[in-house]
């Protein structure tokens, strides 16, 4: 069974500092990665997808997170956030049966 | 190009009522997944339909359907609403089913 672990439940960072948050996943064939961002009451965007190739994604609002198979492991990164960037992040994984797993999400909290 | 839209927004329901939820994919997108999103167990899969077959379910009772018309859109019903359906509902969208998502506003029920 497929299933996706995000370790830590709510983040604080400085308006301005370096970001990471972490994503385990288990998957019995090669995965599809994704990050999802959700502002509160909104719909899920992508922040970006891995497939494949190289393994490290660029994604949107300058967002990167690097895919490290013997780690099970795909974390999101950004090295200078903005206050916008407060939100839920998600952590999915997917494949060849049409649906997909997401993490129980991370908060972001930016201070300024 | 439009994204991924949702109709209604907001629902309020009295148990025991059926409800019937709508989304329009994206454009040339032929496969819709329904999502229910609460906040104790976090984005659960519904099902998945591509060219007007359901390809997969989720671990959902029977009063929870779907159905996705000849033009891609697609519908979601709940019968006999308890009151642990409050939830937001968010579908999906992507060209065929394991390529990216993409996700719409999603309704907001709310029983009574």
């Known amino acids: 069974a497929q299933s996706v672990t995000q370790p830590d439940i709510h983040i604080t960072v400085s308006e301005g500092a370096s970001l990471e948050l972490r994503c385990n996943y288990s998957y019995g064939a090669t995965p599809y990665l994704f990050w999802y961002v959700q502002s509160p009451g909104q719909g899920l965007q992508l922040l970006l997808k891995?497939?494949?190739?190289?393994?490290l994604v660029q994604g949107i609002k300058g967002f990167e997170a690097e895919f490290k198979r013997s780690q099970s492991s795909f974390n999101l990164r950004k090295p200078s956030v903005h206050w916008s960037d407060a939100a839920e992040y998600f952590c999915a994984v997917g494949g060849n049966d049409y649906k997909l797993s997401f993490g129980a999400g991370t908060t972001v909290t930016v201070r300024a | 190009k439009a994204g991924v839209t949702q109709t209604p927004r907001y629902l309020i329901k009295t148990r025991g009522q059926q409800v019937t939820l709508s989304c329009s994919p994206i454009?040339?997108?032929?496969?819709v997944s329904w999502y229910q999103q609460t906040p104790g167990q976090g984005l659960q899969f519904l099902f998945e339909?591509?060219?007007?077959?359901?390809?997969n379910k989720g671990n959902f009772p029977g009063r929870f359907s779907g159905r996705q018309f000849s033009n891609s859109r697609s519908e979601m019903n709940v019968s006999t609403l308890e009151l642990g359906d409050s939830a937001l509902y968010l579908c999906?969208?992507?060209?065929?089913?394991?390529?990216?998502?993409?996700f719409g506003q999603g309704t907001r029920l709310t029983v009574v």
């Open positions: 891995y497939f494949s190739g190289d393994t």
């Open positions: 999906a969208s992507s060209l065929w089913g394991n390529t990216e998502a993409f």
């Open positions: 339909y591509f060219s007007e077959t359901q390809r």
């Open positions: 454009s040339g997108h032929r496969s």
